[in-house]
């Protein structure tokens, strides 16, 4: 699948979000890399590139603090390649973005790995 592509599928997985969370979206920018980075694995103790679908960094809504103006903006990036090789079909890809992406959005929104698992 061409970048162009995935990058089209993250658009609509975040168009899917209900109204009531897509409002209190704030100061997160969402991207598509093909691979994370040494940094990034490291962060979540991952060795293997292939095992990082997607990551959450920044301060989760739920911990920001009142006077969280001028922050740098939170980032949430998608990894194309890991998730394109774990998929069979567009149909998969099409469904893992999604997953990943509202998966990373939990943690924005304050959930741990638990909740989400849970949910």
């Known amino acids: 699948m061409n970048r162009a592509h995935f990058e089209q599928l993250v658009e609509e997985a975040l168009a899917d979000l209900p109204p009531e969370f897509a409002a209190r ?15 990034q694995l490291g962060k979540v103790n991952l060795r293997d590139r292939h095992h ?10 739920t911990e920001r603090p009142r006077a969280y103006d001028g922050a740098l903006p939170d980032r949430i990036t998608i990894f194309r390649i890991p998730i394109e090789e774990m998929s069979r079909s567009d149909s998969d890809i099409k469904t893992q973005v999604r997953n990943t992406v509202m998966h990373e959005l939990g943690h924005y929104f304050g959930m741990s ?3 989400l698992r849970d949910i």
Request: aromatic share 8%; no cysteine.
């Open 25 to 39: 979206l704030d100061n997160v920018t969402i991207m598509v890399e093909d691979w994370a980075s040494p940094d």
């Open 52 to 61: 990082l679908l997607g990551l959450y960094e920044g301060i989760p809504l």
């Open 113 to 115: 790995e638990e909740q």
